[in-house]
């Protein structure tokens, strides 16, 4: 933080604890809510309140007075804030004197307050009025020659009421062009594990944990960016379940927790040891330690013990002896390589797994952001389909989702790549022909307006520019298009990298109650275990000018369509109607949404793996083949490290809470990089040095970020990280996984150079 000193001490208390309860105090006295954002603190995550707008973490089926954690405070505290920028805010500053601000700047500023649009001779943004702004998009949108040179943006905090519509309204206009938060995140999940099992979704829910009997925690730091997630954690093991967790980084979380909802613990500084072993993986390491695993079950397998489930795959699977042939192909001195595991920890591993009789594999980007992301998921899924880990209590997969309704959005239709049926649906229940070219995932949507085809991006929340890869690149592509609109409850970056046109279109918050003319509404938000719950707010909205954000999509569809078939100025109040809409689009899903939702805990989606249905082509659960034993394409270079891009402790997404690492030692600095002592010592550097880190790409674009200081840090050998969005300029367009388009954030192939340009 400005002029503070950075400070780096290791941090050897347990994660949660008292920390955690200061650090909730201090965000409400920094944001000047300590009063109310006490009082909203009770309702979050409680029925009959509203929806943590944080991660998608759900809630436990048994409620507790409190039943949020610090970082959903800190995102509470920030949506309620005492700070506002205003019409005077714009005034002031210049959007390029604004650009010279950190993000950390940007997003302490406050709630937006009422509609502005940029104006191109004074560089400022000026007041604008709704209508005015709703009828700017209709012409930019209405003159486009292809409705597919419009981008659809949408962030994980759209409830599923908007997203539903936002897929409707953006069909009948022409285009499945949804560019989407998930791309950047559990993409992998959504477009590999459905080859695997017939679903793109997690098949355990929270219930589960209480019956598991190993669980295994990959690539995922829950402590914080799942942070109740601790809870089930510590109380398996306090049953003595064995905890495996899986990451380049020793993660203090993963090591020690401390409940802070026990007061026994709070009161003795006592703790829990989470993970009954640490495998500290090398980055892109995790598909050889899968297939060590795999590779030991075979063995005792054919050395006669009956360790898989025969059963169960003979009956519900198809392509095990492929598997076993891929396996079999594989040798331990090179899983051991590249693993950077020894072959005993990972036969102890696979022992754990084989003594379960029910095991949860949870993951996160440490196994989606590769080259490889999709088919990493669907090992994990081979993994588990062994002893038949699907359809029984305490067993399954569980991709851990990093944003409230991120996985909401894709079952109500945010998706460029939309099933037939479900397009017949829409054609049935709306009247329309809706589109049916496949549109653009994020990184498709750059590459079309770096060619110049997209023209126009309307951002549904997040903040596009600083969440994509190649940040110059993405700066240069959007500068270029005509129109941008914002729809924010903040401001951010992404409303001052703007096309020659630009709105932000402010919005009611999650935390803020929903009043129209039928009265007071809720929406509802889909966990990362297929619970959808009501979300009431419970404060006054941030200023009478906002609307809510249904309210915007209904009027850009209006001032866009004129002779649209849809009746959305009925939607506009009556949200009811719109679950209605739901349910008729996605009867297997969501038939009777309006009575099913009144339920104080929600209600479950079905999952059909559960029930051990395969909704796959040939009706199984198929084990699939990724070739090797690498995630990433090698890289012959000997100075090669991977870089893993990675959040804060204070940080949601692109959202900077503070300059604070605490859990990793790192005080008022965010130019960092963690590197492991080995590695700073053969490159001749030391911890503290300022360094630039450069890509190592083939395209010959020089990608470099200078006055980075080393932290020397657990990392596993070879491997390194920092964060994004900082260092999101370092991650090439064209370095993604094929299948879903998840940029592989977390295996950039780097090296170090000499701060200020020398190798
Ligand atoms: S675990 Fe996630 S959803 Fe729950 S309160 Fe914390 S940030 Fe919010």
Redesign the pocket.
């Known amino acids: 933080m400005a002029g503070n000193k950075p400070k780096y001490r290791t941090y050897n208390h347990p994660a949660g604890g008292w920390g955690a309860a200061a650090a909730t105090a201090k965000v409400l006295m920094e944001q000047s809510v300590v009063g109310k954002g006490s009082r909203a603190l009770l309702s979050?995550?409680q029925p009959g309140g509203f929806?943590?707008?944080?991660?998608?973490?759900?809630?436990a089926t048994c409620t507790k007075k409190l039943?949020?954690?610090?970082?959903?405070?800190?995102?509470l505290a920030h949506e309620a804030t005492k700070f506002r920028v205003t019409r005077d805010f714009f005034a002031q500053h210049s959007v390029t004197a604004l650009m010279d601000q950190s993000d950390y700047w940007l997003e302490m500023q406050g709630r937006l307050t009422e509609p502005m649009r940029y104006d191109a001779v004074t560089d400022h943004y000026v007041p604008v009025s709704w209508d005015d702004a709703f009828a700017l998009i209709g012409r930019h949108l209405r003159a486009l020659d292809d409705p597919n040179e419009a981008e659809f943006y949408t962030s994980g905090r759209t409830a599923n009421e908007t997203a539903f519509l936002y897929s409707i309204f953006v069909r009948e206009f022409g285009t499945n062009n949804f560019p989407d938060c998930s791309n950047m995140c559990h993409e992998p999940t959504s477009r590999g594990l459905p080859h695997s099992i017939g679903v793109g979704k997690g098949t355990v829910i929270l219930d589960d944990f209480e019956h598991a009997e190993a669980i295994f925690l990959i690539g995922h730091n829950a402590g914080t960016?799942?942070?109740?997630?601790m809870t089930p954690l510590v109380e398996a093991r306090k049953r003595g379940v064995p905890i495996v967790a899986v990451n380049p980084m020793p993660e203090r979380a993963l090591i020690k927790f401390t409940e802070p909802q026990d007061i026994v613990q709070m009161a003795t500084f006592g703790a829990t040891e989470i993970s009954s072993e640490f495998v500290h993986i090398a980055i892109g390491g995790d598909l050889a330690f899968l297939k060590g695993m795999m590779k030991a079950l075979f063995e005792r397998e054919d050395a006669g013990e009956a360790v898989l489930d025969q059963a169960f795959i003979a009956e519900h699977t198809a392509g095990y002896a492929a598997l076993r042939d891929d396996i079999a192909g594989q040798n331990w001195d090179e899983i051991v390589a590249v693993s950077g595991i020894a072959e005993e920890q990972i036969r102890r591993c696979a022992e754990i797994y084989i003594r379960s009789n029910a095991t949860i594999i949870c993951y996160g980007m440490g196994i989606t952001q590769h080259q490889e992301g999709s088919r990493l998921v669907q090992q994990i899924a081979n993994l588990l389909l062994l002893k038949g880990n699907y359809g029984r209590p305490g067993a399954g997969i569980s991709p851990i989702r990093g944003h409230?309704n991120v996985q909401g959005d894709r079952t109500v239709g945010i998706d460029e790549k939309p099933s037939a049926a479900y397009l017949d649906k829409v054609r049935e229940v709306f009247g329309f022909e809706p589109p049916r070219t496949h549109g653009h995932h994020t990184v498709e949507s750059i590459e079309a307006m770096q060619a110049g085809t997209a023209k126009v991006f309307i951002g549904l929340g997040g903040n596009f520019v600083r969440a994509v890869p190649d940040t110059d690149r993405a700066y240069a592509a959007m500068r270029k298009l005509k129109l941008t609109v914002g729809i924010a409850t903040k401001l951010n970056r992404g409303h001052l990298v703007h096309g020659e046109d630009a709105l932000i279109l402010p919005v009611i918050a999650r935390s803020e109650r929903i009043a129209t003319a039928k009265g007071e509404q809720f929406v509802t938000i889909e966990?990362s275990m297929s619970n959808v719950t009501a979300s009431r707010g419970v404060l006054d909205p941030a200023s009478e000018h906002l609307l809510t954000e249904t309210e915007i999509v209904c009027r850009i569809a209006m001032a866009t369509l004129p002779e649209s078939r849809v009746d959305w100025a009925r939607y506009i109040d009556d949200y009811d109607a719109i679950r209605d809409r739901i349910a008729a689009v996605y009867p297997a899903l969501y038939e009777g949404f309006s009575e099913r939702i009144k339920a104080p805990m929600g209600f479950h989606l079905d999952i059909a793996p559960r029930r051990r249905v395969w909704n796959t082509p040939n009706g199984k659960a198929n084990f699939l083949i990724l070739p090797g034993l690498h995630a990433n394409a090698p890289v012959a270079d000997l100075a090669m490290l991977r870089l893993a891009t990675v959040r804060s402790h204070d940080q949601?997404n692109t959202t900077i809470y503070s300059y604070n690492d605490r859990y990793r030692g790192v005080y008022g600095d965010r130019m960092i990089l963690f590197m492991n002592a080995d590695d700073i010592a053969d490159r001749g550097l030391a911890a503290g040095t300022k360094v630039g880190v450069e890509t190592i790409g083939g395209d010959g674009i020089a990608r470099r970020v200078e006055g980075l200081t080393i932290i020397d840090y657990p990392m596993s050998r070879g491997s390194v990280a920092g964060y994004y969005p900082e260092l999101n300029p370092l991650l090439p367009l064209a370095f993604y996984d094929r299948i879903s388009g998840c940029p592989a954030a977390k295996s950039i192939p780097v090296r170090i150079v000499a701060s200020g340009g020398a190798e």
């Open positions: 979050m995550n929806k943590c707008p944080s991660c998608a973490f759900p809630d039943e949020f954690c610090e970082n959903g405070a800190k995102a960016n799942a942070p109740r997630m409230s966990d949601f």
